[in-house]
């Protein structure tokens, strides 16, 4: 698996156009829950399909970018956030400790 850089408000609009499921993992590179919830993630990513893009979110970077996910997806922006985005909406939204792989493939199963 390879995360997606998410740096634009065009790629947002892609994925609220994608046929199927998308992940967004927004990361804070200051914050060590952020670091640790990643890492847990990045372990059992091997278990999500292939078909399902992951996109990474910069929060540092890419502030503007986050508020627009929060508002585009109807959620309360959160970090580390992950949402799980099927055919342009947010059907899962998971935080902090419990970000996990095992519960969004319940999701796309």
């Not at 640790?36 to 503007?64: C, G, H, N, T, V």
């Not at 929060?70 to 899962?92: N, R, Y």
Request: charged share 25%.
């Amino acid at each position: 698996m390879k995360w997606i850089p998410l740096e634009s408000a065009e790629q947002i609009s892609e994925i609220k156009q994608h046929e199927g499921y998308s992940i967004i993992f927004k990361h804070s590179t200051r914050c060590s829950i952020s670091m640790m919830a990643r890492r847990k993630f990045e372990m059992d990513w091997d278990q999500m399909p292939d078909s399902i893009p992951l996109y990474f979110l910069d929060l540092i970077k890419f502030r503007e970018i986050s508020g627009k996910v929060a508002t585009d997806f109807q959620v309360h922006h959160e970090s580390p956030q992950l949402l799980l985005i099927k055919e342009g909406e947010c059907i899962l939204d998971q935080s902090h400790g419990g970000i996990s792989v095992e519960e969004a493939l319940v999701m796309v199963q």
